[in-house]
Structure formats: C-alpha cells, structure tokens
C-alpha cells in the first residue's frame, strides 16, 4: 500500500495549526512530519488534528523552542525516548522516530540552524549544529532495516539548491563541513 508523507518546518504549531487543518484537509497526507513545533507536548494541539483522522501522535517538545511531531492517520509506533538517538548534545527535542504500519521506521529530524558565522571556534551555534550532524552520521551507520528520514535538515548539499554556489560557501547551511557532514 503506498503511503504519503509530508514534512513542515512549521515555526509555531500552536499559531498556524489552522494553516495545518487547512494543508490536510486539502491534500490529506497519511503522515505529517513538523519540526520547530515550539511547545511542550501538554499544549500540543493534538485533538483538532485527531478529529480531522490524524489520531496517532508521535511528539518531542518543550516550551518555546524546537520540538518535533509526526501525526498520522495509519498507526504509528512510538520508539520513544530511546529512539531519540541522542542526536542533540543539549538534549533538545530534535527527533522523533516511530515504526510505521509495514515496519518501515519514520525519523523526523530538525538540525540546528547554525547562527550566521560558519566558524565553529567564533560560534558556538554552529559547532552546536556541526555536532549534531556528527551525531547523525555516527547514529546512521547503525540504522538496519527499512528507514525513512525526514525533517529540516538546515543544509543545501547541493550546487543547485542555492542561487549562486561559488558565492554561498562561507554561508551557513552550504558551507562544506555542513554538506560533507550531511553526506556521511
């Protein structure tokens, strides 16, 4: 049976979840991966979505900052805390993972932005994000099975996913310690 995800850096799931309600009624999804939810899982808003079929919740939060959440319609899994992997070094709910219904295993991930100068010795949001892509790249090695990540991932590994290449090295998130680190 195919399976539909979709994944959104939603910056507030509390402020825009109209904006969500709207985006499944509209396109209906199975499953529904959003990062930067900002708030606790007490507050997340769970219910409105479980009255639109998305009754099954995976979610990571804490107030004001970061947060993860996988809604679906098809039951989910929760591989819990030790299915977090760690992937943060400030503990910061950055992942969730849940098994889906054929066994496959969704992650939802969101990497630190990285602040502005790609110089982890000048600035300690950028060695925080270079980090946790280290961490990323060792937990992956381990991963078996069928798996599936998704989420903001704050990196444009790609010539092409950023307007001018040559001029966007320095710039954090296609900086090459970012995309090379992506790659492991």
């Known amino acids: 049976m195919p399976l539909s995800i979709a994944t959104w850096n939603i910056n507030s799931v509390r402020l825009r979840s109209g904006l969500v309600l709207r985006f499944l009624e509209e396109e209906r999804p199975d ?3 959003l990062q930067e939810t900002k708030c606790p899982v007490e ?3 769970g219910e409105r979505f479980a009255e639109m ?3 099954h919740l995976v979610c990571r939060g804490q107030k004001g900052y970061h947060g993860v959440a996988i809604l679906a319609r098809v039951p ?3 591989l819990g805390p030790e299915g977090d992997a760690g992937l943060c070094r400030n503990g910061h709910p950055r992942h969730a993972a849940a098994r889906l219904p054929d ?3 969704l992650h ?3 990497v630190p932005a990285g602040g502005d100068e790609p110089d982890p010795a000048k600035n300690a949001k950028f060695a925080h994000k270079l980090d946790g892509l280290g961490r990323m790249a060792a937990w992956s ?5 069928p798996q599936v990540l998704v989420g903001d991932l704050n990196v444009a590994p790609l010539e ?4 001018s290449h040559r001029q966007m090295l320095r710039v954090v998130s296609h900086t090459p310690a970012e995309t090379e680190a992506l790659a492991r």
Do not use: E, I, M, S
């Open 103 to 105: 066994g496959t295993v």
């Open 141 to 145: 090695a381990g991963l078996t099975g």
């Open 76 to 78: 989910l899994q929760d």
């Open 31 to 33: 499953v529904l991966c």
């Open 160 to 163: 092409h996913d950023v307007w």
């Open 108 to 110: 939802n991930l969101y």
């Open 53 to 55: 079929g998305y009754r």
């Open 43 to 45: 507050k997340f808003p």
